[in-house]
Nanobody, 119 residues
Framework: QVQLVESGGGLVQPGGSLRLSCAAS????????MGWYRQAPGKQRELVAT???????NYADSVKGRFTISRDNAKNTLYLQMNSLKPEDTAVYYC?????????????WGQGTQVTVSS
């Protein structure tokens, strides 16, 4: 399995910024889709943003205009730039890679990183 290591979480004030990173142990060139999910206490895990191997990007309505997903294939790393953070963005953030091989889906998850937005 591909190992994913997340970093970049922390505590910030409302309106602040954070940049999350998700480093893979292998090349991400063959990955079908990559994304960021988050889960707040008492809530279900929700999709934040995705980027496909072809470069198509989608964002949840709640983060459009504030978050940016990107990848660096040379570094095997996925990023999430978060600006204008709000208290409701507080959650554990997980990166996810999807690989499809011979019609079988393989999901790889990071360990999660805490993002807390509070004054």
């Amino acid at each position: 399995q591909v190992q994913l290591v997340e970093s970049g979480g922390g505590l910030v004030q409302p309106g602040g910024s954070l940049r999350l990173s998700c480093a893979a142990s292998a090349s991400i060139n063959s990955i079908r889709s990559m994304g960021w999910y988050r889960q707040a206490p008492g809530k279900q895990r929700e999709l934040v943003a995705t980027i496909t191997s072809g470069g198509t990007i989608n964002y949840a309505d709640s983060v459009k205009g504030r978050f940016t997903i990107s990848r660096d294939n040379a570094k095997n790393t996925l990023y999430l730039q978060m600006n204008s953070l709000k208290p409701e963005d507080t959650a554990v953030y997980y990166c996810n890679f999807l690989r499809v091989y011979q019609f079988i889906q393989y999901n790889y998850w990071g360990q999660g990183t805490q993002v807390t937005v509070s004054s």
